[in-house]
């Protein structure tokens, strides 16, 4: 193997990998100072920046002063050192590649290493190339995982894009998955009821993919009939049909490497699922009305709230079509599975209406309770639009449960009552007290809190958690003007 690297060595051989590794920082660590000196000078050859030395002590000291992106370690028959450095390597720097490096007699120890967390391994003898195979593909898989890493994390707190928002630990996972499917081309299908983001994920994957400057093109296979969704897809040809004074070019093929997104994909008829079964895996659309077919460069991302798999059992859903969209899916969580990303929401929608309306709104306790305890059937769209009804309609910079929609005001006066009835003593009889007596309650609870605030009416409307307007409307239906001299 020696003589196989010093012949390239003095040829100058410089491979292909080059251009791809000059970024990254190689630790050699061999006994053997040829063995050391060859693979050393091999690296450097392809651009890695690269040290060096024989004793694993020396070893974990360069390991401390900086982090290397590839560390290539002879694992020595019968020493557990080279073993113990991996597993090390792995808890303190996960995110170095690990290449063992052992003798033909040795696999035992490769396997041991695998285990321990190496990527990749070598036997002894082996050819320069071998090598630089082995290099380039650490390299790329650290690429890769970098990318995901930051990508994971721009996701996590928003960077660029500041609409998924969430930090519960059924985002976390969605996080993950996200990152790692955004930087390949693969077909991806998006699964979660309505409301819950589903357009807004297929543009995160395009926006973070490798053909982010390509359109991204969306298309509801539910708001369209079928005639008109087939010459949005696959384009028609001038006099193709009534009106069709010329030829256009369809989504499939306008998307010249972009992504199309087709929306509600499980409301396209069998006809359909058929003809873009076809173009998908002939990679190729023949126009409506035409006789040619035209070549077409598109990733292709799904999203239905319906259940794929069981409209396949009944036959309404083509099963070759669902295994073609199908290689990776998400299924995004529902708003009532991640109630704690609830106050995150709120608060993002406040700032947006905030900047919109040119007033800071702000959401009162009780409001905000409700919100969390509520089971929103319509997801983070349906929370979108009651806070916006919130901003629109209240008077007040504190959005109170009054301004909320009627589902919300409901559930969260059905909530005051029920506290109120556990608050009240049960009559001798048993009884619970009447409507009546509710009405002094909320009457007294009024009154009590104006006096704690020395008459500030709306320190107290906002510790009730109720609109100014509705305070002084309970004070006109009382009668009471003056509610410091009310006995």
């Known amino acids: 193997m020696l003589e196989t690297l010093e012949h390239a060595l003095s040829m100058d051989f410089i491979p292909q990998f080059a251009e791809t590794a000059v970024q990254f920082h190689v630790l050699v660590v061999d006994a053997d100072p040829a063995m050391r000196s060859a693979c050393s000078q091999i690296a450097a050859s392809l651009g890695y920046a690269v040290e060096s030395t024989g004793d694993m002590t020396e070893a974990r000291s360069l390991l401390r002063g900086h982090t290397s992106d590839i560390l290539l370690v002879n694992l020595p028959a019968g020493n557990n050192r080279g073993i113990q450095l991996v597993s090390e390597m792995k808890v303190l720097y996960p995110e170095t590649a690990v290449i063992a490096m052992t003798a033909s007699g040795s696999v035992a120890a490769a396997v041991e290493a695998m285990r321990c967390g190496a990527s990749d391994y070598l036997t002894k003898p082996f050819a320069m190339d071998e090598l630089s195979t082995v290099l380039d593909r650490a390299a790329q898989n650290h690429r890769t995982e970098t990318k995901t890493r930051r990508l994971r994390e721009r996701l996590r707190h928003s960077e660029g894009l500041g609409a998924i928002i969430g930090h519960s630990v059924e985002m976390e996972k969605l996080y993950r998955i996200l990152s790692k499917v955004a930087l390949s081309t693969h077909p991806v299908l998006v699964l979660g009821e309505s409301g819950t983001g589903k357009e807004l994920i297929a543009r995160t994957i395009h926006a973070y993919g490798p053909n982010a400057q390509k359109p991204f093109l969306p298309v509801d296979c539910g708001s369209l009939v079928p005639t008109l969704i087939e010459s ?226 709306l320190a107290a409307a906002r510790l009730l958690g109720i609109g100014k307007t509705t305070l002084y409307r309970k004070l006109k239906e009382y009668g009471i003007a003056d509610p410091l001299r009310q006995g």
């Open 232 to 457: 949005e897809l696959f384009g028609y040809v001038k006099g193709a049909f009534t009106g069709a004074n010329r030829s256009k070019d369809g989504l499939l093929v306008s998307a010249e490497g972009g992504t199309v997104f087709l929306d509600e994909i499980g409301e396209l008829s069998l006809d359909l699922q058929a003809k873009l079964l076809r173009a998908l895996q002939e990679k190729e659309v023949r126009p409506v009305g035409a006789t040619h077919r035209v070549p077409i460069k598109a990733r292709i991302v799904a999203a239905t709230n319906r259940d794929l798999a069981d409209m396949v059992e009944r036959g309404a859903f083509r099963k070759d079509l669902f295994y073609r969209l199908n290689v990776v899916n998400l299924r995004l969580p529902s708003l009532r599975d991640r109630r704690e990303d609830i106050p995150l929401l709120a608060a993002h929608f406040l700032d947006v209406f905030s900047n919109q309306y040119s007033r800071k709104f702000t959401l009162s306790d009780t409001a905000l309770r409700t919100m969390m305890d509520y089971d929103w059937p319509g997801n983070v769209r349906e929370l979108q639009h009651a806070v916006e009804r919130a901003c629109v309609l209240s008077s007040e910079s504190m959005l109170n449960l009054a301004d909320m929609p009627t589902e919300l005001r409901e559930q969260g006066l059905e909530a005051e009552r029920a506290t109120q009835v556990n608050l009240v003593e049960i009559g001798p009889d048993g009884a619970l007290p009447s409507l009546k007596n509710l009405a002094d309650l909320e009457r007294d609870a009024i009154l009590n809190a104006i006096r704690m605030l020395h008459g500030d009416k």
